[in-house]
């Protein structure tokens, strides 16, 4: 059981590491989560056909989500992240060890799962229903590929 949620808060660090590249639009900020601008046609709301305020608003959720991830951290593993943001070329197994050697608390697990959760729903609110539904089967493609691979 422990390991379910050890394997769900690695997921959720991991979405978070993964989802800075998507963002649209580039801003140095102080806190060590960067946001990265990326062309519009990559990232996973590329198939939306998403209008220009709605990228802003996804844009906007996305980097209040990683201020708020940033300050859950403790000061050492923001400096962990932040070293292994330096080195983006990592392979799998190396991103997997840097989840585990953060050492998050079970508060932190908690608090970095409501506030993905949050994120999503805040998404959600900005797409229209057809883009909504989209979303959604395209999350759903995603989770049957992972229980294949992980079989």
Do not use: C, H, W
């Not at 990232?43 to 989500?65: M, V, Y």
């Not at 708020?68 to 799998?92: G, S, V, Y």
Request: hydrophobic content about 35%; aromatic content about 2%; proline content about 3%.
């Amino acid at each position: 059981m422990k390991l379910k949620k050890l394997s769900l808060i690695a997921g959720a660090v991991a979405l978070s590491l993964t989802a800075i590249p998507f963002a649209v639009q580039a801003q140095t900020t102080s806190s060590s989560f960067e946001v990265a601008q990326v062309p519009q046609d990559k990232g996973p709301f590329q198939n939306l056909g998403l209008t220009d305020t709605q990228k802003t608003q996804i844009a906007e959720i996305r980097r209040n989500t990683k201020a708020k991830m940033d300050a859950i951290l403790t000061p050492q593993q923001r400096e962990q992240l932040a070293n292994a943001k330096k080195d983006r070329q990592a392979n799998r197994q190396e991103r997997r060890n840097l989840k585990a050697s953060l050492n998050l608390t079970e508060d932190q697990k908690a608090q970095m799962r409501q506030i993905m959760e949050s994120q999503k729903s805040q998404i959600d609110a900005v797409l229209t229903p057809e883009q909504r539904q989209k979303l959604q089967e395209m999350r759903a493609n995603k989770a049957s590929r992972r229980q294949q691979f992980n079989r």
